[in-house]
C-alpha cells in the first residue's frame, strides 16, 4: 500500500469512526441518503403493521363467530392483495436503490388506508 493509500484509508478510518450511528439510526425526521429513506419507510411500515395488528385483534374481539370467519378471509385476501400491489408498485424500480423505499412506502399507505377501514369497523355501533 503506498503512502497516499494509507493516509487516505487513515482519513475514511477516522472520519467513519466520528460518526455516531446511534444517532443516525434513530434519526428519520430528516432522512438524507437512500439508505436512510429506505430504513425509515420500512420502519413506518413496520408501526402501521403493528397497528394493524392491534385493531384486527381488537376488531376480532367485538364480532360473532360467523363475522369473524368473514373477517379473517377478508384480511387475509387484503394482505394479499397488499403485498401483490406493492411488489408490483417497486419492481417497477427493479435493481435501484429506492425499490425498498417504494415497496415500503406503499406498504405504509395501504395499511394506514386498511386501518382506518378497521377503526370504522370496531366503531360501528352494530358491532
Known sequence: MTFPM????AGLFTAVA??????A?????NPITQYDLNRCSGKDAEREDALLNKNYKE?????DAKEKAQIKNVQLAWIKFRDLQC???ADRYQGGSMQPM?????????T??????????????SH
Open 102 to 110: 417504494v415497496y415500503s412506502s406503499c406498504l405504509y399507505q395501504m
Open 112 to 125: 394506514k388506508q386498511r386501518n382506518k377501514d378497521l377503526n370504522d369497523m370496531i366503531n360501528d355501533p
Open 25 to 29: 439510526a434513530d434519526d428519520c425526521k
Open 18 to 23: 466520528m460518526i455516531n450511528p446511534a444517532a
Open 6 to 9: 494509507r493516509a487516505l484509508c
Open 87 to 89: 411488489t408490483y408498485e
Open 59 to 63: 376488531l376480532m374481539g367485538k364480532v
